[in-house]
């Protein structure tokens, strides 16, 4: 039982990463890349300090269950770097 619901939560995860970066490489190539000065609204900016702030949370989580901090700091620098 335990194994089939791994293989299936596997699977979906796998979905979920292909439907991301099928957007993503749908997005550059129908409209850029987004490093542009026409896109950097107050929109944009509130939205990057809204995920910045929450993951402060996150690395507190993070710090708290690694058993090792330099584990614990290279998945906050990969989350804080790719979301």
């Known amino acids: ?20 970066l099928i957007t993503l ?8 890349l987004p490093f ?11 939205t990057l300090v809204d995920f910045y702030i929450n993951i402060v949370p996150i690395a507190a989580w993070f710090f708290y269950k690694e058993s090792n901090w330099i584990s614990a700091a ?3 620098i990969l989350l804080a770097c790719f979301g």
């Open 1 to 20: 039982m335990a194994t089939s619901l791994v293989t299936v939560l596997r699977s979906l995860f796998a979905v979920l990463a292909s439907v991301m």
């Open 36 to 46: 542009r000065l026409d896109l950097l609204t107050p929109w944009m900016a509130a």
């Open 74 to 76: 290279l998945w906050i």
């Open 25 to 32: 490489l749908y997005t550059i190539f129908t409209d850029g």
